[in-house]
C-alpha cells in the first residue's frame, strides 16, 4: 500500500529556508500526482503547491509564488519542496497528498488526493 512521510520541518528566521521531503514506498513518485499542503491552528487546510506525474506540470498558490519551489527525485522516490524568503504567515503543519496516475491532475483540492502524510511542523519566527 502506499505510504507517504514528510520530513525536513523545523524552526527557522523569518527569510531563511527549509527544504521539505516527501517520500512514497509502494509506488514511484514517477507515477504519482502529488499535492502539498498546510494547515495552520485555528484555519482551513490550504493548498500550497501541486505537480502532475506525466509532464511534471506544477501550480503553485499566489502566497508561494516564486518563493516556492517543487521537485522530484526519482532515484530516491522523494518529492521535495523547497523554501526560500519564509515568512511568519508560513507557519503551519505541511502535509503531502497523492493520487496515482494515469490521470494528470494538479488539483488544488484536498478531496482530490487519496493518500497523505503524517504532516512536518514549520515554525517561522521574526
Known amino acids: 500500500q502506499l505510504q507517504l512521510v514528510e520530513s525536513g520541518g523545523g524552526l527557522v528566521q523569518a527569510g531563511g529556508s527549509l527544504r521539505l521531503s516527501c517520500a512514497a514506498s509502494?509506488?514511484?513518485?514517477?507515477?504519482?500526482?502529488i499535492g502539498w499542503f498546510r494547515q495552520a491552528p485555528g484555519k482551513e487546510r490550504e493548498f500550497v503547491v501541486s505537480?502532475?506525474?506525466?509532464?511534471?506540470?506544477?501550480n503553485y498558490a499566489d502566497s508561494v509564488k516564486g518563493r516556492f519551489t517543487v521537485s522530484r527525485d526519482i532515484p530516491r522516490n522523494t518529492v521535495d519542496l523547497q523554501m526560500n524568503l519564509l515568512k511568519e504567515e508560513d507557519t503551519a503543519v505541511y502535509y503531502c497528498?497523492?493520487?496515482?496516475?494515469?490521470?494528470?491532475?494538479?488539483?488544488?483540492?484536498?478531496?482530490?488526493?487519496?493518500?497523505w502524510g503524517q504532516g512536518t511542523q514549520v515554525t517561522v519566527s521574526s
Open positions: 497528498a497523492a493520487k496515482p496516475g494515469p490521470e494528470d491532475m494538479t488539483s488544488t483540492s484536498f478531496a482530490a488526493y487519496e493518500s
Open positions: 505537480a502532475a506525474w506525466g509532464t511534471f506540470r506544477t
Open positions: 509502494g509506488r514511484t513518485i514517477a507515477s504519482l500526482n
